[in-house]
């Protein structure tokens, strides 16, 4: 589970259910990407994927804090004056290389109102284009420390996900002061409305 290059612990490997805290496996990580990714089986819907991930911030209820505290393509930065939370959609810079979306994350600057961030990917007019993520395959969810570049954290989904559109892949939560990441690896069908349905308060 631990790769170890002369005592220096180089990344850990989740399994779903798993939670490990942010600041054992990185002392002091500060600027995290969170980087999402994934591979499209060969299908014959004829038509396209097109996966979006997305970010809910929530208080203390489970709920999203705001509207606004709902991240996706066409809102894509935390609305505190820091802009702690950005999803930079599309991977173009390089940056997090192997990853197909990728969110930037300041800990220290998260607004302490928000208590959990539940991360997701759904697949846009599923039911249109009769998808699913059973075609999906080697879909991941990892934090890298921004400062060296290095992954710390690595979640990776085994499961057949063949009926659901939406998936909440992983949870960053507060707990006495520290970051926490809990991988969730939950379907859901009906898609990012049917996320909605179960943030929104």
Not at 54 to 76: C, P, W
Not at 112 to 125: F, L, P, S
Not at 135 to 147: L, Y
Not at 157 to 186: C, F, H, K, P
Request: charge should be negative; include cysteine; aromatic fraction near 8%.
């Amino acid at each position: 589970m631990l790769e170890e290059t002369s005592g220096f612990i180089m990344g850990i490997s989740l399994a779903k259910g798993q939670r490990i805290s942010l600041e054992k496996v990185s002392p002091g990580l500060k600027q995290i990407l969170v980087g999402l990714g994934w591979d499209i089986n060969v299908t014959d819907t004829g038509a396209d994927f097109d996966l979006d991930s997305s970010v809910f911030l929530l208080g203390a209820n489970e709920k999203l804090v705001s509207d606004k505290h709902f991240i996706f393509y066409n809102n894509l930065t935390s609305p505190d004056p820091q802009q702690s939370i950005k999803q930079r959609g599309d991977n173009l810079t390089g940056a997090g290389e192997g990853d197909d979306e990728v969110i930037e994350m300041d800990l220290p600057q998260i607004p302490a109102e928000v208590e959990k961030i539940a991360i997701a990917v759904t697949i846009h007019e599923a039911e249109a284009r009769q998808q699913n993520f059973g075609q999906v395959s080697n879909a991941f969810v990892r934090i890298i420390n921004c400062e060296n570049q290095e992954e710390v954290i690595r979640y990776d989904l085994t499961e057949d996900y063949s009926i659901e559109t939406a998936l909440i892949m992983a949870e960053l939560y507060r707990q006495n002061g520290e970051w926490l990441m809990n991988a969730v690896g939950a379907g859901y069908e009906g898609g990012l409305p049917a996320l909605l349905d179960h943030y929104q308060g």
